[in-house]
């Protein structure tokens, strides 16, 4: 499907809705949903939003108002899911009978009868605001501040590469349209748990650096996880915190997971290559991204990935 | 002064012009010069811009290729100064004698022979856009990423409440003129020196709860800057970090001076207000960041202001 106007014209026809996000949902497949239910909504039209994972506490407000009702699927959506398994368990029930699959993601594998997929948009939601101007409406401030959450957290708040000048001025849009920005943001950027702070503490206080500073190494062990009572959220991006510090070419983190398994994450700033560094271990990943598994304990693990950074950067 | 187009008029009218920004210079100061130096240049004008501090090395980028030319100014001009007292060691030669004062603080206190005050605008820099169009100019690259820089290190990215639609359209505007935004986003928001790392983790390890977790109270010693290393431009941002703790509606920052000093922060969340509890000893500031500071150790300090936040919470 070439066109996001066929997109529409099959949402017009269709009536009995299910709106499908991928598992561990984040801000950009929860505000699709949001915005797209509240969009079909207003043609009139009965429609509810499914997720294999509970909706995370944080985004709760993208739902105020939204209702689930009980009834059999005549047209099936699913906004931002890049494979059919990321459904997660609502892959069995609905993997082989999505009718519309709107996705973002340069690594769409198809699995839906037609698809839109633009992986020029920064996030879903872009597409999503795009298909409701089509659907002949204009958002109202609900929708609008479901698109611009999911503009912002898949672009870390306009600030990655995969931020476009339509990013911004889409944002700009959905702020005139009623999204509190600012108190968006507040929530998705300013506020962390109690839990999170203590990782944060403990990770700080595990810092180890090496090779002349080119190289930086936390550690999230299970007892520092066990004392803070993190949740898998409160551990999401503490992996790029090495890497931000000046010098730090190599930043490392090693994960400590039950049965004696260490997960090491690797990021790296140009030119080394992360994907290559861990490939030794059995992993991979991308250029400046990438990760392993070790069977070893922290410390054996720290000196054996060490060892090969120092490799890799002999080599630069 | 009412119209920005005065402005323009003065600048077009003026040679030898140097431009002042203020002492302890951020993006925004920084890059509304840099912007308005290369504006002049291309206009033929001799120019050169000073500031009482040295240009940090992290906004090093704005100033490539920009001259320092010797010669006696016909007119100046300050940007993103809002008082004659911010122009530091500078104010002596110059605080009299500024010609024209472009500024976007509601503080702004008057100065210069004429001024263009904005507070709507995010930046100064949104001005200086403005002003660079009305002087008949595209922004080029180096223009557009002065800018650029101005309005998201004034916005802090474009999360905070000032940021406006139109700050998010011209920050678009010079993504496509040029500016790198993924590029000056990673040099201003995700690099951190050694210095920065090592006073966050010791504010981190110096974190203690009052109150149920309502106040979160973090130290800045001495003993942990020298030891850090860290310049005041690694300390920037330290005191928000508590208010962003989940549940935390006064965040306290106690940082150490020299003669038994303890200067103390206070950032609240709605409704405690911070400029009361800080008047208790003497202090001021807004509803939501104040500022006072107690001749005491750190340890009495801290029982003094959170007593008195015990207090001002018992009140609400």
Redesign the interface.
């Known amino acids: 499907m070439a066109k996001l106007a066929r997109a529409a014209e099959l949402l017009r026809a269709a009536d009995h809705i299910v709106i499908l996000s991928h598992r561990s949902p984040d801000g950009d497949t929860l505000g699709s949903a949001a915005a797209l239910y509240r969009a079909l909504r207003k043609l009139g039209k009965t429609v509810r939003c499914e997720c294999a994972d509970a909706v995370p506490k944080k985004y709760g407000y993208l739902f105020a108002g939204i209702e689930s009702p009980e009834f059999d699927p005549e047209f099936v959506v699913s906004v931002d899911v890049a494979d059919r398994k990321l459904l997660g368990t609502l892959n069995e029930t609905y993997g082989d009978r999505v009718d519309l699959a709107v996705d973002h993601h340069a690594s769409h594998v198809d699995f839906a009868r037609e698809q839109y997929v633009d992986s020029r948009a920064a996030a879903t939601c872009e597409i999503i605001c795009d298909l409701i101007a089509l659907l002949g409406m204009d958002a109202d401030a609900d929708m609008a501040t479901a698109i611009y959450t999911g503009i912002v957290t898949d672009t ?6 995969n ?4 990013s ?2 889409m ?3 959905m ?2 349209r009623g999204a509190d ?2 108190e968006i ?2 929530r998705m ?6 839990a999170r ?1 203590e990782m ?2 403990a990770v ?2 595990s ?1 180890t ?1 090496y090779l002349d ?1 080119k190289c930086a190494v936390i550690r999230i062990t299970e007892e520092a996880v066990a004392r803070s009572g993190a949740e898998e959220g409160d551990l999401e991006g503490l992996a ?1 915190l090495p890497r ?4 730090v070419l190599v930043g490392v983190t090693l994960r400590e997971r039950p049965g004696g398994e260490c997960k090491v994450s690797l990021r790296t700033q140009a030119p080394v290559d992360a994907a290559a560094i861990c490939g030794e271990f059995g992993g991979g990943g991308h250029i400046r991204a990438a990760g392993c598994s070790l069977m070893a304990a922290l410390d054996d693990a720290e000196r054996a990935v060490v060892s090969a950074i120092e490799e890799a950067l002999r080599d630069l």
């Open positions: 870390g708040c306009l600030r990655y590469s931020a476009t000048p339509k911004y001025r944002a700009a849009s702020m005139e920005a600012a943001n507040r950027f300013e506020t962390k748990t109690r702070v944060e503490r700080m206080d810092m650096f500073g790029s931000q510090i000046e010098g």
